[in-house]
């Protein structure tokens, strides 16, 4: 019953979880204890298996070409993606700048916190547009660990629920298989509940059989088709 599952969009399927990772809201407004869109913060930590520990922060505007490159990673972002060194992204910094202005979006990154320069901060101290990127000890730029966007839609639907809409999960090759990805999910959702979502819906290619695999560990289950149509 809906009182008993939550819905999920994976691969192009509908999958269905335990009600218990959502408390149920039916209010679509998002808490006033969010962080405001110009904040720059450590949400949470991560500690893996390896014992390397993490922050989940805001992205800022210098994160855009690390996160460019990891959205390249694999076949199929090669395919699609711009190349961050070689390639005009203005278009893609134009996304980030109207992702960050708006309330109902949420761009995170993973910060190594042995590396980072990022400290812990209140919602108001600074603008993620100027926030420092991550450098190792010889100033060089370092890659972040992963990345993922939320997107909190209203909807009337289901007693006005408030739905996040789960996009562009991304860890780098280096930490994958550390269980670094299932964390950052796992945090992802806690945003998602602390904001006040009952329900988290998202899509991953079909022939993204890994990522299946991933999702369904996480306890996700088939339950629909989804379909997309290209506009342009």
Same mark, same amino acid.
């Given at each position: 019953?809906?009182?008993?599952?939550? /819905?999920?969009?994976?691969?192009?399927?509908?999958?269905?979880?335990?009600?218990?990772?959502?408390?149920?809201?039916?209010?679509?407004?998002?808490?006033?204890?969010?962080?405001?869109?110009?904040? #720059? +913060?450590?949400? =949470?930590?991560? !500690?893996?298996?390896?014992?390397?520990?993490?922050?989940?922060?805001? %992205?800022? &505007?210098?994160? @855009?070409?690390? /996160?460019?490159?990891?959205?390249?990673?694999?076949?199929?972002?090669?395919?699609?993606?711009?190349?961050?060194?070689?390639?005009?992204?203005?278009?893609?910094?134009? %996304?980030?700048?109207?992702?960050?202005?708006?309330?109902?979006?949420?761009?995170? @990154?993973?910060?190594? #916190?042995?590396?980072? =320069?990022?400290?812990?901060?209140?919602?108001? =101290?600074?603008?993620? !547009?100027?926030?420092?990127?991550? &450098?190792?000890?010889?100033?060089? /730029?370092?890659?972040?660990?992963? !990345?993922?966007?939320?997107?909190?839609?209203?909807? *009337?639907?289901?007693?006005? +629920? *408030?739905?996040?809409? /789960?996009?562009?999960?991304?860890?780098?090759?280096?930490?994958?298989? !550390?269980?670094?990805?299932?964390?950052?999910?796992?945090?992802?959702?806690?945003?998602?509940?602390?904001?006040? %979502?009952? +329900?988290?819906?998202?899509?991953?290619?079909?022939?993204?059989?890994?990522?299946?695999?991933?999702?369904?560990?996480?306890?996700?289950? %088939? =339950?629909?088709?989804? +379909?997309?149509?290209?506009?342009?």
């Amino acid at each position: 019953s809906l009182s008993t599952r939550i /819905i999920f969009m994976i691969g192009g399927r509908w999958l269905r979880v335990p009600s218990l990772l959502f408390r149920s809201m039916s209010s679509q407004t998002i808490s006033s204890s969010s962080p405001s869109s110009s904040s #720059a +913060m450590i949400l =949470s930590s991560i !500690t893996t298996r390896k014992g390397d520990t993490f922050h989940v922060c805001r %992205a800022s &505007t210098n994160d @855009v070409p690390s /996160i460019v490159k990891l959205l390249r990673d694999d076949p199929i972002g090669a395919a699609r993606e711009p190349d961050a060194l070689k390639d005009d992204i203005s278009a893609v910094q134009d %996304a980030f700048h109207a992702i960050d202005k708006d309330p109902n979006q949420l761009l995170l @990154v993973l910060r190594d #916190a042995s590396s980072s =320069s990022t400290s812990l901060s209140s919602p108001s =101290s600074s603008s993620s !547009t100027s926030s420092p990127s991550q &450098t190792n000890s010889n100033g060089d /730029i370092v890659d972040v660990a992963g !990345t993922l966007q939320l997107t909190f839609i209203p909807g *009337l639907s289901r007693g006005g +629920m *408030l739905r996040a809409q /789960i996009e562009a999960v991304r860890v780098r090759a280096d930490e994958r298989g !550390t269980g670094l990805g299932s964390l950052f999910v796992e945090k992802a959702l806690d945003e998602c509940r602390k904001r006040g %979502a009952g +329900m988290a819906q998202l899509t991953t290619d079909k022939r993204r059989e890994d990522a299946h695999r991933f999702y369904e560990k996480l306890g996700f289950v %088939a =339950s629909h088709e989804g +379909m997309k149509l290209p506009l342009l």
